[in-house]
């Protein structure tokens, strides 16, 4: 399967700060890229597709202007938060898929962002 | 409102014996629906979804249209089937569809 990769696996940040996670398709150009946020022993929240070269469509209840997300290439989507304070410490996960996968979706391996 | 619901937090079974791992969804489309696993400190990854109707490492699923389930069942659990499994609906058939995940069910096997 395709690779999706993930930076930085983890990142301590103080409050008010801001943070970028970035995630990359490693071997093929992902056309759509999903960010997740997972809180413990919960399951994953999609908060935001994005598609490459378009805004990003977030979901209902997730701040876009707290949750930059950039897709400004077929490999690579960032996502930002800004202002950080220690609710938005949590688990992202980003998927990513292409056409030539069908509607195969690949993962990556997580960040852990941890706001003090 | 689209929705899946694994109902089970933690399974736990004795190496040998019959797996289900139930999930049940709610979605007013044609639905696409996947099984995801996630072993320690691995990455989420596809075990199988319900168009291939494949068998992989021994695990099935049948998409019950009637009933809104897709069970994941394995006849004889393994140890290392020990792992997190996420049930996850697929919004459309394609590459950008939005994908929804289940809570998971830990699913933990006993030598």
């Known amino acids: 399967g395709a690779v999706v990769s993930q930076h930085p696996s983890w990142v301590i940040c103080k409050s008010g700060t801001s943070v970028k996670i970035e995630c990359r398709s490693l071997?093929?150009?992902?056309?759509?890229m999903f960010w997740y946020r997972q809180f413990p022993k919960q399951s994953l929240m999609l908060m935001a597709t994005?598609?490459?070269?378009?805004?990003?469509?977030?979901e209902q209840g997730v701040e876009k202007d707290k949750f930059l997300i950039n897709h400004a290439s077929l490999t690579l989507s960032t996502l930002t938060v800004t202002s950080a304070h220690p609710e938005d410490s949590s688990f992202y996960i980003c998927?990513?898929?292409?056409?030539?996968?069908?509607?195969?979706?690949?993962f990556g391996q997580g960040t852990r962002l941890t706001v003090v | 409102a689209q929705r899946v619901t694994q109902p089970e937090k933690l399974l736990s079974v004795f190496k040998g014996a019959p797996v289900e791992l139930k999930c049940n969804y709610s979605y007013s489309g044609s639905p696409e629906l996947f099984w995801y696993v996630q072993y320690s400190r691995q990455r989420l990854q596809l075990l199988l979804r319900?168009?291939s109707r494949e068998s992989i490492k021994g695990f099935t699923a049948d998409l019950n249209k009637g009933e809104t389930s897709f069970h994941l069942k394995k006849p004889f659990a393994q140890e290392e089937d020990s792992a997190m499994y996420y049930c996850a609906l697929r919004l459309g058939y394609s590459s950008a569809s939005k994908i929804i995940f289940g809570s998971g069910t830990r699913l933990s096997i006993r030598p």
């Open positions: 998927g990513a898929g292409a056409p030539g996968f069908d509607t195969e979706a690949f």
């Open positions: 071997d093929f150009q992902a056309t759509t």
């Open positions: 319900h168009i």
């Open positions: 994005s598609n490459e070269g378009s805004k990003a469509t977030y």
